[in-house]
Protein backbone atom coordinates (compact mmCIF):
# COMPACT_ATOMS: atom_id res chain seq x y z
CA UNK A 1 0.00 0.00 0.00
CA UNK A 2 3.13 2.18 -0.28
CA UNK A 3 1.94 3.72 -3.92
CA UNK A 4 -1.40 4.99 -2.52
CA UNK A 5 -0.58 6.21 0.72
CA UNK A 6 1.86 8.04 -0.27
CA UNK A 7 0.14 9.65 -2.91
CA UNK A 8 -2.49 10.59 0.15
CA UNK A 9 0.71 12.33 1.78
CA UNK A 10 2.26 14.40 -1.08
CA UNK A 11 -0.60 17.22 -0.87
CA UNK A 12 -3.54 15.55 0.18
CA UNK A 13 -3.35 15.37 3.69
CA UNK A 14 -6.09 18.37 4.09
CA UNK A 15 -9.13 16.96 1.95
CA UNK A 16 -8.56 13.36 3.30
CA UNK A 17 -8.89 15.16 7.22
CA UNK A 18 -12.25 16.61 5.54
CA UNK A 19 -13.50 13.21 4.00
CA UNK A 20 -12.59 11.27 6.83
CA UNK A 21 -14.57 13.82 9.27
CA UNK A 22 -17.77 13.39 6.93
CA UNK A 23 -17.41 9.88 6.55
CA UNK A 24 -17.30 9.29 10.52
CA UNK A 25 -20.71 11.86 10.77
CA UNK A 26 -22.23 9.61 7.72
CA UNK A 27 -21.50 6.58 10.33
CA UNK A 28 -22.96 8.07 13.15
CA UNK A 29 -25.62 9.80 11.52
CA UNK A 30 -26.39 5.58 10.56
CA UNK A 31 -27.22 4.40 13.51
CA UNK A 32 -30.49 5.92 13.79
CA UNK A 33 -33.64 3.84 13.78
CA UNK A 34 -34.28 4.03 9.98
CA UNK A 35 -33.27 1.33 7.54
CA UNK A 36 -32.23 3.51 4.84
CA UNK A 37 -29.44 5.07 6.99
CA UNK A 38 -27.75 2.42 8.02
CA UNK A 39 -24.90 0.76 6.51
CA UNK A 40 -26.36 -2.39 4.17
CA UNK A 41 -23.60 -4.50 5.94
CA UNK A 42 -26.15 -3.95 9.71
CA UNK A 43 -29.16 -3.91 7.51
CA UNK A 44 -28.90 -7.35 6.51
CA UNK A 45 -28.18 -8.69 10.15
CA UNK A 46 -30.81 -7.23 11.38
CA UNK A 47 -33.20 -8.03 8.57
CA UNK A 48 -32.98 -10.85 6.00
CA UNK A 49 -35.62 -9.47 3.66
CA UNK A 50 -32.73 -6.82 2.86
CA UNK A 51 -30.47 -9.65 1.13
CA UNK A 52 -31.14 -9.58 -2.76
CA UNK A 53 -30.99 -12.55 -4.69
CA UNK A 54 -27.39 -12.60 -5.25
CA UNK A 55 -27.35 -13.33 -1.89
CA UNK A 56 -25.55 -9.98 -0.85
CA UNK A 57 -27.17 -6.93 1.31
CA UNK A 58 -28.80 -4.21 -1.03
CA UNK A 59 -27.19 -1.36 -0.84
CA UNK A 60 -29.04 1.46 1.09
CA UNK A 61 -29.52 5.00 0.70
CA UNK A 62 -26.57 5.84 3.34
CA UNK A 63 -23.91 3.27 1.28
CA UNK A 64 -24.64 5.26 -2.31
CA UNK A 65 -24.12 8.65 -0.48
CA UNK A 66 -20.76 7.01 1.01
CA UNK A 67 -19.18 5.27 -2.12
CA UNK A 68 -19.81 8.25 -3.76
CA UNK A 69 -17.86 10.49 -0.99
CA UNK A 70 -15.15 8.16 -1.15
CA UNK A 71 -15.11 7.78 -4.94
CA UNK A 72 -14.92 11.41 -4.87
CA UNK A 73 -11.97 11.48 -2.24
CA UNK A 74 -9.63 9.26 -4.53
CA UNK A 75 -10.51 11.04 -7.50
CA UNK A 76 -9.25 14.26 -6.13
CA UNK A 77 -6.19 12.53 -4.47
CA UNK A 78 -5.39 11.32 -7.57
CA UNK A 79 -5.89 14.53 -9.49
CA UNK A 80 -3.35 16.11 -7.02
CA UNK A 81 -0.93 13.01 -7.30
CA UNK A 82 -1.14 13.60 -11.03
CA UNK A 83 -0.29 17.33 -10.64
CA UNK A 84 2.41 16.55 -8.59
CA UNK A 85 3.86 14.17 -11.59
CA UNK A 86 3.46 16.92 -13.77
CA UNK A 87 5.79 19.13 -12.14
CA UNK A 88 8.25 16.22 -11.72
CA UNK A 89 10.76 16.72 -14.30
CA UNK A 90 12.44 13.84 -13.35
CA UNK A 91 9.20 11.37 -14.38
CA UNK A 92 8.82 10.86 -18.51
CA UNK A 93 5.94 11.69 -19.79
CA UNK A 94 4.71 8.36 -20.90
CA UNK A 95 5.62 6.66 -17.34
CA UNK A 96 3.20 9.94 -16.17
CA UNK A 97 -0.15 8.93 -18.62
CA UNK A 98 0.46 5.37 -17.44
CA UNK A 99 0.46 5.97 -13.78
CA UNK A 100 -2.69 8.49 -14.44
CA UNK A 101 -4.89 5.71 -16.30
CA UNK A 102 -3.81 2.92 -13.86
CA UNK A 103 -4.66 5.57 -11.47
CA UNK A 104 -8.58 6.12 -13.20
CA UNK A 105 -8.85 2.24 -13.41
CA UNK A 106 -8.10 2.63 -9.25
CA UNK A 107 -10.69 4.94 -8.44
CA UNK A 108 -13.61 3.14 -10.55
CA UNK A 109 -12.63 -0.23 -8.32
CA UNK A 110 -13.78 1.55 -5.35
CA UNK A 111 -17.50 1.08 -6.74
CA UNK A 112 -16.48 -2.76 -5.82
CA UNK A 113 -15.10 -2.18 -2.09
CA UNK A 114 -18.04 -3.67 -0.44
CA UNK A 115 -18.34 -6.77 -2.30
CA UNK A 116 -14.52 -7.56 -2.65
CA UNK A 117 -13.37 -5.92 0.38
CA UNK A 118 -10.16 -8.03 0.64
CA UNK A 119 -9.71 -8.80 -3.55
CA UNK A 120 -9.45 -5.06 -3.47
CA UNK A 121 -6.77 -4.41 -1.03
CA UNK A 122 -4.49 -6.72 -1.96
CA UNK A 123 -4.62 -5.34 -5.92
CA UNK A 124 -3.83 -1.96 -4.40
CA UNK A 125 -0.78 -2.85 -2.68
CA UNK A 126 0.25 -4.06 -6.34
CA UNK A 127 -0.99 -1.41 -8.29
CA UNK A 128 0.28 1.58 -5.45
CA UNK A 129 3.86 0.38 -5.98
CA UNK A 130 3.22 1.53 -10.13
CA UNK A 131 1.12 4.33 -9.88
CA UNK A 132 1.21 7.55 -7.51
CA UNK A 133 -2.39 8.46 -8.73
CA UNK A 134 -3.93 5.17 -7.37
CA UNK A 135 -3.19 6.60 -3.52
CA UNK A 136 -6.53 7.56 -3.24
CA UNK A 137 -8.48 4.36 -3.77
CA UNK A 138 -5.57 2.31 -2.27
CA UNK A 139 -6.83 4.57 1.15
CA UNK A 140 -10.17 3.79 0.74
CA UNK A 141 -9.45 -0.23 -0.03
CA UNK A 142 -7.08 0.29 3.47
CA UNK A 143 -10.08 1.42 5.31
CA UNK A 144 -13.03 -0.83 3.98
CA UNK A 145 -10.53 -4.00 5.00
CA UNK A 146 -10.27 -2.86 8.08
CA UNK A 147 -14.43 -2.40 8.54
CA UNK A 148 -15.56 -5.44 6.94
CA UNK A 149 -12.82 -8.08 7.51
CA UNK A 150 -11.13 -9.70 11.07
CA UNK A 151 -7.99 -7.54 12.26
CA UNK A 152 -5.31 -10.65 10.83
CA UNK A 153 -6.25 -9.65 7.72
CA UNK A 154 -5.59 -5.62 7.84
CA UNK A 155 -2.92 -6.13 9.89
CA UNK A 156 -1.12 -8.19 7.56
CA UNK A 157 -1.45 -5.64 4.84
CA UNK A 158 -1.21 -2.92 6.78
CA UNK A 159 2.42 -4.71 7.92
CA UNK A 160 3.05 -5.40 4.10
CA UNK A 161 2.13 -1.48 2.96
CA UNK A 162 4.16 -0.12 6.37
CA UNK A 163 7.24 -2.59 5.25
CA UNK A 164 7.33 -1.21 1.53
CA UNK A 165 7.27 2.45 2.40
CA UNK A 166 11.23 3.41 2.66
CA UNK A 167 11.85 0.90 -0.84
CA UNK A 168 8.70 2.78 -2.40
CA UNK A 169 10.07 6.45 -1.09
CA UNK A 170 13.98 5.42 -1.94
CA UNK A 171 12.58 4.39 -5.78
CA UNK A 172 9.78 7.59 -6.02
CA UNK A 173 10.92 10.32 -3.99
CA UNK A 174 8.13 12.66 -3.09
CA UNK A 175 9.80 16.45 -4.78
CA UNK A 176 7.99 18.28 -1.93
CA UNK A 177 9.22 16.22 1.44
CA UNK A 178 12.47 15.26 2.55
CA UNK A 179 12.71 11.45 2.47
CA UNK A 180 12.79 10.71 6.51
CA UNK A 181 9.44 12.75 6.29
CA UNK A 182 8.07 11.27 3.31
CA UNK A 183 8.12 7.86 5.39
CA UNK A 184 6.88 9.12 9.19
CA UNK A 185 3.75 10.80 7.43
CA UNK A 186 2.54 7.76 5.54
CA UNK A 187 3.10 5.19 7.87
CA UNK A 188 1.22 7.88 10.58
CA UNK A 189 -1.87 8.01 7.66
CA UNK A 190 -1.51 4.40 7.45
CA UNK A 191 -1.75 3.17 11.01
CA UNK A 192 -4.61 5.86 11.17
CA UNK A 193 -6.85 4.46 8.65
CA UNK A 194 -6.55 1.30 9.60
CA UNK A 195 -7.68 2.11 13.68
CA UNK A 196 -10.31 4.00 12.38
CA UNK A 197 -11.43 1.70 10.19
CA UNK A 198 -11.39 -1.23 13.08
CA UNK A 199 -12.97 1.49 15.24
CA UNK A 200 -16.30 1.59 13.11
CA UNK A 201 -16.09 -1.80 12.63
CA UNK A 202 -15.94 -2.31 16.95
CA UNK A 203 -19.10 0.32 16.83
CA UNK A 204 -21.04 -2.12 14.23
CA UNK A 205 -20.32 -5.31 15.82
CA UNK A 206 -21.05 -3.03 19.93
CA UNK A 207 -24.48 -2.00 17.87
CA UNK A 208 -25.57 -5.79 16.43
CA UNK A 209 -24.26 -7.34 19.96
CA UNK A 210 -26.41 -4.73 21.91
CA UNK A 211 -29.50 -6.24 19.33
CA UNK A 212 -28.38 -9.78 20.16
CA UNK A 213 -28.70 -8.95 23.66
CA UNK A 214 -32.19 -7.36 23.41
CA UNK A 215 -33.42 -10.25 21.66
CA UNK A 216 -31.75 -12.33 24.19
CA UNK A 217 -33.57 -10.26 26.93
CA UNK A 218 -36.79 -10.41 24.89
CA UNK A 219 -36.91 -14.22 24.92
CA UNK A 220 -36.34 -14.66 28.69
CA UNK A 221 -38.94 -12.36 29.73
CA UNK A 222 -41.13 -14.58 27.33
CA UNK A 223 -39.66 -17.55 28.99
CA UNK A 224 -40.63 -16.22 32.37
CA UNK A 225 -43.82 -15.42 31.59
CA UNK A 226 -44.69 -18.59 30.27
CA UNK A 227 -43.28 -19.96 33.34
CA UNK A 228 -45.76 -17.81 35.75
CA UNK A 229 -48.23 -19.18 33.60
CA UNK A 230 -47.99 -22.62 34.09
CA UNK A 231 -47.34 -21.95 37.74
CA UNK A 232 -50.68 -20.44 37.58
CA UNK A 233 -52.18 -23.25 35.55
CA UNK A 234 -50.72 -25.98 37.97
CA UNK A 235 -52.14 -23.47 41.24
CA UNK A 236 -55.69 -23.84 39.19
CA UNK A 237 -54.85 -27.33 38.77
CA UNK A 238 -54.69 -28.09 42.59
CA UNK A 239 -57.86 -26.00 43.26
CA UNK A 240 -59.52 -27.86 40.73
CA UNK A 241 -58.79 -30.62 43.04
CA UNK A 242 -59.66 -29.18 46.51
CA UNK A 243 -62.97 -27.78 45.31
CA UNK A 244 -64.30 -30.73 43.12
CA UNK A 245 -63.14 -33.34 45.33
CA UNK A 246 -65.24 -32.06 47.77
CA UNK A 247 -68.19 -31.52 46.23
CA UNK A 248 -67.30 -35.34 44.59
CA UNK A 249 -67.11 -36.49 47.45
CA UNK A 250 -70.57 -35.31 48.89
CA UNK A 251 -72.17 -36.59 46.69
CA UNK A 252 -70.11 -40.53 46.80
CA UNK A 253 -71.32 -40.47 50.41
CA UNK A 254 -74.64 -39.58 50.23
CA UNK A 255 -75.07 -41.87 46.89
CA UNK A 256 -74.02 -44.55 48.85
CA UNK A 257 -76.27 -44.40 51.60
CA UNK A 258 -79.25 -44.48 49.04
CA UNK A 259 -77.78 -47.42 47.66
CA UNK A 260 -77.21 -49.24 50.87
CA UNK A 261 -80.62 -48.26 52.79
CA UNK A 262 -83.11 -47.92 50.06
CA UNK A 263 -85.86 -48.59 53.03
CA UNK A 264 -84.77 -45.22 54.37
CA UNK A 265 -87.41 -43.02 56.01
CA UNK A 266 -88.25 -40.60 52.84
CA UNK A 267 -87.55 -37.52 54.96
CA UNK A 268 -83.34 -38.95 55.05
CA UNK A 269 -83.80 -39.65 51.43
CA UNK A 270 -85.09 -36.63 49.81
CA UNK A 271 -82.26 -34.53 52.78
CA UNK A 272 -80.01 -36.85 50.96
CA UNK A 273 -81.26 -36.16 47.21
CA UNK A 274 -81.10 -32.46 48.31
CA UNK A 275 -77.65 -32.99 49.11
CA UNK A 276 -76.49 -34.25 46.12
CA UNK A 277 -78.58 -31.89 43.62
CA UNK A 278 -76.99 -28.98 45.34
CA UNK A 279 -73.51 -30.39 45.41
CA UNK A 280 -73.54 -31.40 41.95
CA UNK A 281 -74.93 -27.85 41.11
CA UNK A 282 -72.07 -26.45 43.27
CA UNK A 283 -69.52 -28.73 41.23
CA UNK A 284 -70.82 -28.13 37.92
CA UNK A 285 -70.60 -24.60 38.57
CA UNK A 286 -67.18 -24.65 40.16
CA UNK A 287 -65.73 -26.60 37.07
CA UNK A 288 -67.61 -23.92 34.63
CA UNK A 289 -65.44 -21.23 36.38
CA UNK A 290 -62.53 -23.02 36.41
CA UNK A 291 -62.57 -24.19 32.86
CA UNK A 292 -63.21 -20.26 32.20
CA UNK A 293 -60.25 -18.99 33.84
CA UNK A 294 -58.15 -21.70 32.07
CA UNK A 295 -59.82 -20.74 28.77
CA UNK A 296 -58.50 -17.21 29.59
CA UNK A 297 -55.10 -17.74 30.80
CA UNK A 298 -56.20 -15.44 33.99
CA UNK A 299 -55.02 -16.55 37.45
CA UNK A 300 -57.62 -18.24 39.33
CA UNK A 301 -58.16 -15.26 41.61
CA UNK A 302 -59.51 -13.17 38.55
CA UNK A 303 -61.97 -15.75 38.21
CA UNK A 304 -63.90 -15.94 41.65
CA UNK A 305 -63.70 -14.87 45.11
CA UNK A 306 -61.63 -17.35 47.33
CA UNK A 307 -61.99 -18.89 50.46
CA UNK A 308 -60.17 -17.44 53.26
CA UNK A 309 -59.98 -18.36 57.10
CA UNK A 310 -63.23 -16.59 57.92
CA UNK A 311 -64.75 -19.00 54.78
CA UNK A 312 -63.88 -22.56 57.47
CA UNK A 313 -67.50 -21.89 59.43
CA UNK A 314 -68.84 -22.45 56.60
CA UNK A 315 -66.92 -25.19 55.04
CA UNK A 316 -67.13 -26.97 59.05
CA UNK A 317 -71.46 -26.38 58.54
CA UNK A 318 -71.40 -27.52 55.49
CA UNK A 319 -69.86 -30.78 56.48
CA UNK A 320 -72.56 -30.68 58.91
CA UNK A 321 -75.19 -30.92 56.60
CA UNK A 322 -73.82 -33.70 54.59
CA UNK A 323 -74.13 -36.60 58.02
CA UNK A 324 -70.28 -35.57 59.43
CA UNK A 325 -69.35 -35.26 62.78
CA UNK A 326 -66.93 -32.21 62.89
CA UNK A 327 -65.65 -29.86 66.00
CA UNK A 328 -64.11 -27.30 65.00
CA UNK A 329 -61.52 -25.47 67.30
CA UNK A 330 -60.57 -22.01 66.56
CA UNK A 331 -58.35 -20.35 68.77
CA UNK A 332 -56.78 -17.41 66.63
CA UNK A 333 -55.88 -14.15 68.42
CA UNK A 334 -57.22 -11.64 65.17
CA UNK A 335 -58.67 -13.97 61.92
CA UNK A 336 -59.10 -10.65 60.66
CA UNK A 337 -55.38 -10.01 60.72
CA UNK A 338 -54.48 -13.32 58.71
CA UNK A 339 -52.93 -12.76 55.12
CA UNK A 340 -55.73 -13.79 52.11
CA UNK A 341 -52.89 -16.11 51.15
CA UNK A 342 -52.26 -17.65 54.06
CA UNK A 343 -55.65 -18.28 54.94
CA UNK A 344 -56.68 -20.04 51.90
CA UNK A 345 -54.14 -22.09 52.39
CA UNK A 346 -55.23 -23.12 55.88
CA UNK A 347 -58.78 -22.95 54.28
CA UNK A 348 -57.86 -25.20 51.76
CA UNK A 349 -55.62 -27.68 53.86
CA UNK A 350 -58.82 -28.08 56.57
CA UNK A 351 -60.69 -28.68 53.43
CA UNK A 352 -58.78 -31.50 52.00
CA UNK A 353 -58.68 -32.97 55.17
CA UNK A 354 -62.60 -33.60 56.16
CA UNK A 355 -62.85 -34.81 52.05
CA UNK A 356 -60.39 -37.26 53.23
CA UNK A 357 -62.06 -38.07 56.71
CA UNK A 358 -65.21 -38.47 54.80
CA UNK A 359 -63.52 -40.84 52.21
CA UNK A 360 -61.70 -42.99 54.46
CA UNK A 361 -63.05 -42.56 58.28
CA UNK A 362 -66.89 -42.21 57.79
CA UNK A 363 -68.98 -41.97 60.91
CA UNK A 364 -66.26 -41.05 62.45
CA UNK A 365 -65.56 -37.48 64.62
CA UNK A 366 -63.24 -35.10 62.77
CA UNK A 367 -61.82 -32.71 65.04
CA UNK A 368 -60.52 -29.22 62.56
CA UNK A 369 -57.79 -26.81 65.18
CA UNK A 370 -56.64 -23.50 63.96
CA UNK A 371 -54.53 -21.22 66.71
CA UNK A 372 -51.74 -18.96 65.93
CA UNK A 373 -50.96 -15.42 66.59
CA UNK A 374 -48.99 -12.53 64.12
CA UNK A 375 -45.34 -13.83 64.52
CA UNK A 376 -45.76 -17.16 66.10
CA UNK A 377 -47.65 -18.51 62.78
CA UNK A 378 -50.65 -20.14 61.89
CA UNK A 379 -51.07 -24.51 62.80
CA UNK A 380 -54.05 -26.06 61.24
CA UNK A 381 -54.92 -29.26 62.29
CA UNK A 382 -57.37 -32.04 61.07
CA UNK A 383 -57.51 -35.22 63.42
CA UNK A 384 -60.07 -38.07 62.98
CA UNK A 385 -59.95 -41.59 65.48
CA UNK A 386 -60.25 -44.75 63.54
CA UNK A 387 -63.29 -45.63 61.77
CA UNK A 388 -65.75 -47.39 63.22
CA UNK A 389 -65.66 -50.29 60.48
CA UNK A 390 -64.54 -51.51 57.64
CA UNK A 391 -63.70 -48.75 54.75
CA UNK A 392 -63.12 -49.88 51.13
CA UNK A 393 -60.46 -48.37 49.46
CA UNK A 394 -60.62 -45.46 47.33
CA UNK A 395 -59.13 -44.87 44.09
CA UNK A 396 -56.72 -41.92 43.82
CA UNK A 397 -56.02 -41.90 47.59
CA UNK A 398 -52.69 -39.67 48.82
CA UNK A 399 -52.68 -37.34 45.84
CA UNK A 400 -54.45 -34.32 47.57
CA UNK A 401 -52.29 -34.64 50.60
CA UNK A 402 -49.31 -34.63 48.02
CA UNK A 403 -50.74 -31.21 46.77
CA UNK A 404 -51.09 -30.19 50.27
CA UNK A 405 -47.63 -30.56 51.12
CA UNK A 406 -46.61 -28.67 47.63
CA UNK A 407 -49.06 -25.81 48.79
CA UNK A 408 -47.91 -25.52 52.09
CA UNK A 409 -44.24 -25.51 51.57
CA UNK A 410 -44.38 -22.96 48.38
CA UNK A 411 -46.27 -20.65 51.45
CA UNK A 412 -43.17 -21.04 53.54
CA UNK A 413 -44.33 -23.42 55.66
CA UNK A 414 -44.85 -26.98 56.55
CA UNK A 415 -47.21 -29.64 56.74
CA UNK A 416 -46.93 -33.76 57.96
CA UNK A 417 -49.42 -36.36 58.27
CA UNK A 418 -49.86 -39.77 59.40
CA UNK A 419 -51.32 -42.05 61.68
CA UNK A 420 -52.29 -40.81 65.19
CA UNK A 421 -51.85 -42.05 68.66
CA UNK A 422 -55.44 -43.70 68.77
CA UNK A 423 -55.24 -45.36 65.30
CA UNK A 424 -57.10 -42.26 63.65
CA UNK A 425 -55.06 -40.11 61.06
CA UNK A 426 -54.04 -36.47 61.43
CA UNK A 427 -52.68 -33.74 59.34
CA UNK A 428 -50.86 -31.51 60.78
CA UNK A 429 -50.02 -27.55 59.29
CA UNK A 430 -48.16 -25.05 59.89
CA UNK A 431 -47.86 -21.50 58.03
CA UNK A 432 -45.97 -18.00 58.53
CA UNK A 433 -47.74 -15.37 60.08
CA UNK A 434 -45.91 -12.07 60.30
CA UNK A 435 -46.11 -9.89 63.07
Known sequence: MAGPVAAGAAGARGPVAGAALSVTQAQAHGVQTRRWLLPSALVAELGPEQVGRSGRPRRTARDWIVDFGCFVIAVVIGMLAADTLTNDPNTPHSLAVADQLVGALACAAVWLRRRWPLGLAVAMLSIGLLSNTAGGAGMVALFTLAVHRPFKYVGTLAAISLALLPVFFWLRPDPDLPYFASVVITAL??????????????????????RDRAQRAETEAALRAEQAQRLAREDIAREMHDVLAHRLTLLSVHAGALEFRPDAPREEVARA???????????????????????????????RPQPTLAALDGLVSESRSAGMKVALDNRVTDPAAVPASVGRTAYRIAQEGLTNARKHAPGAEVTVSVSGAPGDGLTVVV?????????????????????????????????AHGGAGDGGFEVRAWLPWGG
Do not use: C, Y
Open 189 to 210: LTVTLVGWGMFVRSKRQLMLSL
Open 273 to 303: AGVIRESAHEALQDLREIIGVLRTGDSDDAG
Open 383 to 415: HNPAPPGEVPHVPGSGQGLIGLTERATLAGGRL
